[in-house]
């Protein structure tokens, strides 16, 4: 009985395309999931009964009960029985904080999400980390210089904004994406929505900032630091922007208080105002930056095996910019002014490493736990240090360069296509889908339904897009039964497909 409920569950990932915002299962609903029952500020009242359940889930938690009680009757020796289900404990606890792991990684991607989608014309999204550092290294060199090296210190940060206008459907691309597993959710909207030829489409563009330096300390001053000289750059080259939206991983020199005030001051520096700044769940960082760090990197290996050396940060940058350079990526050699004369004055949240979601306020800084979860816990800007010094970066890059946007060239995933014969339609898309024989699926988010006939357009749903993957709300046949019983379209309904094209 055990081992066939084991077989069922075959991916550890599956969960992800289970949960969502709101949901009538106990286990898929983020708003019950991640409310504080204790603290009146970080909890949420659903709007919905939790009245039904998933087979998925429920199975977990009957096999590891199961397994308990087996390892129980089984066992007659008492040491024994107590190291086994010491062990067995453990092991239920890392299963269960993996699954709550899963959850609140989806309720923050939510925020990323959102703010992606509202993105206006006069505002930007910034991706902020730290590369792991890189090892000087010679084109030739001795085994003697191969160690004890002090690593060169770089730090990427991408910015994102995007040009919203209208435009026509188009379809007659090949990189269509096939999209053929929500065929039946689609027809529904059909009824409730209607088709309309003419669709919002939001082309992103994004800009990519290298700060090299020699030897710096990675805290919380140079992140301030940074962070004002990308903010100056951009508002010297694009005027209009007048907001900015901030996401990256829990270092402490992001997460720490004195980066998030030193925010305010930046803002009223630069002219461009920082409303949130946003962290991802706890080993859930991968992102753009990540992604451009290893484009980087190849660029650099590149120019290494040319005969060249990369032993300080000027050669990183001629190295980085080399062969043309990575497109969109601007490298700067720096240094920080002042940086002997760091003042020790400390700010201080209290807790802050239980809040993930902050957003600035002309009163105060409001904190959340979990994105949109309760209405914050509201910190006055009077109990903060405001009074923080920004020092300044001298920088030097490739002279005559000009740093450019790069169009991402992604049109709406809501795109439709009005087609009045639903038997013409389907068979449409059985002969399209016959055709792609060779897809290019995407393997980086477990549940992503994406396919595609290029591989450029592959990588660029990879690299350049949002972070949004097509997925199916469930996986298990089960649900896909249920689905498919508690749904009656009408034959001559007309169908909407939804393409992603890029």
């Not at 024994?80 to 299963?95: A, D, M, P, V």
């Not at 803002?267 to 290893?294: L, V, W």
Request: glycine residues 4%; charged residues 25%; proline residues 2%.
């Amino acid at each position: 009985m055990i081992e066939e409920k084991v077989t069922l569950c075959s991916n550890k990932f599956d969960y992800k395309v289970h949960v969502t915002r709101s949901s009538n299962i106990t286990d898929h609903c983020c708003i019950y999931a991640l409310s504080d029952p204790k603290k009146r500020d970080f909890s949420q009242d659903c709007d919905h009964e939790h009245d039904e359940s998933c087979i998925e889930c429920s199975n977990l938690t009957s096999t590891l009960n199961k397994t308990e009680r087996f390892l129980e009757e089984t066992e007659k020796d008492e040491e024994l029985l107590g190291r086994t289900l010491k062990k067995f404990r453990s092991y239920r606890e890392s299963i269960e904080a993996w699954k709550a792991h899963l959850l609140r990684s989806i309720n923050q991607d939510l925020c990323r999400e959102n703010l992606l989608d509202k993105l206006s014309n006069n505002e930007i999204y910034l991706n902020l980390d730290w590369a792991m550092k890189f090892l000087p290294i010679k084109s030739r060199e001795p085994q003697s210089e191969f160690f004890g090296k002090r690593g060169i210190s770089w730090h990427i940060t991408v910015v994102s904004d995007n040009n919203t206008f209208d435009t026509d459907s188009d379809v007659s691309d090949s990189s269509q994406e096939v999209n053929d597993h929500e065929m039946t959710d689609l027809l529904k909207k059909t009824k409730m929505m209607g088709v309309s030829n003419e669709t919002e489409t939001k082309n992103f563009r994004y800009k990519v900032f290298v700060h090299v330096f020699d030897q710096c300390s990675q805290d919380s001053e140079t992140i301030g630091t940074i962070l004002n000289d990308i903010l100056c750059r951009v508002k010297e080259t694009d005027p209009q922007i007048k907001s900015a939206f901030i996401r990256s991983d829990n270092v402490d020199c992001y997460h720490s208080a004195n980066t998030l005030v030193s925010a305010k001051q930046i803002s009223e520096k630069t002219g461009i105002a920082i409303r949130r700044i946003d962290f991802c769940d706890p080993q859930d960082d991968k992102g753009p930056c990540d992604r451009y760090a290893a484009v980087i990197k190849s660029n650099i290996r590149r120019y290494l095996n040319e005969n060249h050396n990369i032993t300080s940060a000027s050669e990183f940058v001629e190295a980085c910019h080399s062969h043309k350079g990575v497109k969109g990526v601007l490298a700067l050699g720096c240094q920080i002014a002042n940086n002997a004369q760091k003042k020790d004055i400390k700010c201080k949240i209290k807790q802050i490493t239980d809040y993930f979601n902050f957003e600035y306020l002309i009163n105060g800084l409001l904190v959340h736990r979990s994105w949109n979860v309760g209405s914050g816990l509201l910190i006055p800007w009077l109990q903060l240090n405001c009074n923080r010094s920004i020092f300044n970066l001298i920088s030097r890059g490739i002279e005559g360069f000009v740093h450019e946007w790069v169009q991402t060239n992604e049109h709406s995933a809501n795109q439709n296509v009005d087609v009045d014969d639903c038997v013409e339609q389907e068979e449409m898309l059985s002969t399209k889908i016959s055709e792609l024989n060779n897809l290019y699926e995407c393997n980086v988010e477990s549940g992503c339904t994406a396919a595609f006939v290029k591989f450029g357009n592959l990588i660029n749903h990879i690299l350049v897009s949002v972070g949004v993957h097509n997925q199916n709300s469930c996986t298990s046949a089960s649900h896909r039964l249920i689905r498919i019983n508690h749904a009656h379209p009408h034959p001559h309904t007309n169908l909407i497909l939804k393409y992603c094209i890029f």
